[in-house]
Each structure stands twice: as C-alpha cells, then as structure tokens.
C-alpha cells in the first residue's frame, strides 16, 4: 500500500446513485458486502459495468489457465505492482487455488525461489518479463511453450495485463484494505 487514506473515497450505500448501485451490485458475492475496490470504482459506475465482464473472464474456467496458475500470475504482478490491497485480497484465493503458503512466500522472491516447478516457474519468469517491459522475451517464451498451449500463453499476457491495470488503480486512488484484512508488511510502501 502506498497511501494511508483514499484519495477517492469508497461510496457507502447511501451516497449511491441508482445507476452507481446496479453497478456495484453486479460486482458483489452473494451474501456478503461489496469490496472497497468495487466502491471506489462505483464513482465511474459505466466503466465498473464495462470492468465486470471482463474482469469475470479472466477469474472464471474460460481463462485456459488453471486457477492455480492463474493465481500465480496475478500474486506475482500484484507484488511487483507493490498493490497491498490486490496482494491481500488474492492471497486468499491463491490458497484457495491450492497455492501453498510457503509457495506465497516464495512469489515474493520469484522464479529463482527454490521449489518451484518448471511450469511454475515460466509464469513467473513470464510475469516479471511483463511488469518489466510490456513484452515476454524470446528465452522466456520458450520456456511458456514447453509447459502452455498457445491461448494459455496469451491467458497469462491477458491475466497480467488485467491485474497490471487493478494494481495502478488501487495504488493511484490509494483504495485502503477492507474490514478485518492485514496488510503485509512486505507491501506497506507508506511514507
């Protein structure tokens, strides 16, 4: 996290105009509140209604990533991205997804951290490629393609890309951490 107040404040249920309020209700689980990313992102309630879908897509079984690997993409580009708020929220879906905590640790570190299978290790390679220049190297393309069909090789690009776009959105409006979550101390970028 690398700021201590929101810079846009999350819309309680009160403040919601009626198109705010169908939009985010399209965003909440059922049976519990919405998420202060999807409160925030309520101020620009056509662009969260146009998100939605998309954001569905690349969490859902269409997205020729396994939720494991998927997870693995988004851990890594949220750590790198310094995203608190995306790291908090997707450790939990991560174990979930059958991650382990030692491999949670280890996403920290990166590709070369001990354990990792090779396919594991690809992704991660692939991420880091990604965050650092828009662009998966020849050498590293090849190590996806040992492990990943065509479309999960452009699964991970669409999956990176997505989580790239969250973390600057929650990092640039500083969207704080929902009730009873901790942050980690490895993502607290506060001044």
């Known amino acids: 996290m690398r700021l ?5 404040t999350p819309l309680s249920d009160a403040a919601l105009t009626p198109e705010q309020r169908d939009a985010l209700m399209r965003a909440v689980v059922p049976g519990r509140q ?32 396994n939720a494991r690997q998927r997870e693995l993409v988004i851990l890594r580009i949220g750590y ?9 929220q997707h450790v939990d879906i991560g174990l979930r997804a059958g991650i382990t905590e030692a491999e949670i640790e280890a996403i920290k570190i990166g590709a070369d951290a001990p354990n990792w299978s090779p396919a594991d290790a690809a992704l991660i390679r692939a991420s880091d490629d990604l965050h650092k220049s828009q662009f998966i190297s020849d050498k590293v393309w090849a190590e996806l393609k040992l492990h990943f ?3 999960q090789c452009m699964d991970c690009i669409l999956t990176a890309g997505q989580y790239t776009l969250v973390s600057m959105l929650l990092n640039s409006l500083g969207v704080q951490l929902d009730e009873g979550q901790k942050l980690d101390p490895d993502l607290n970028a506060r001044p």
């Open 4 to 8: 201590h107040h929101p810079r846009i």
């Open 34 to 65: 919405p998420l202060n990313i999807f409160r925030t992102f309520a101020h620009a309630h056509e662009a969260l209604a146009a998100f939605l879908p998309w954001g569905s897509y690349i969490l859902s079984k269409k997205n020729s990533l």
């Open 80 to 88: 790198l991205c310094r995203s608190g708020y995306e790291w908090t």
């Open 149 to 151: 069909s065509d479309r």
